[in-house]
């Protein structure tokens, strides 16, 4: 089992922080790509609601949520 891979943390006003890890990148992936609602983007990551996701996908980077996991971890290693 590899290790997770921490991106960056969000703080919602919630109070909440979240991790933006390798399963984290791999879920925000598939939201960008597919139908997937801020519902199912809230369970999936678990959030208590689509407030919470909208306000997350408010504060993380268009270019992590956008860049396939296996690129974002080669460009992160390689430090670009």
């Given amino acids: 089992m590899s290790e997770q891979t921490s991106y960056m943390k969000i703080k919602l006003s919630t109070g909440k922080e979240v991790d933006i890890n ?6 925000l992936n598939e939201y960008v790509r597919t139908q997937m609602t801020l519902e199912e983007l809230a369970k999936n990551l678990g959030l208590s609601g689509w407030e919470e996701a909208y306000e997350l996908i408010k504060q ?14 080669k460009m992160i290693s390689s430090g670009s």
Wanted: aromatic letters at 10%; a neutral charge; proline letters at 15%.
């Fill in 22 to 27: 390798d399963d984290a990148v791999k879920i």
């Fill in 60 to 73: 993380v980077p268009a270019w992590i949520m956008w860049t396939p996991l296996p690129i974002l971890k």
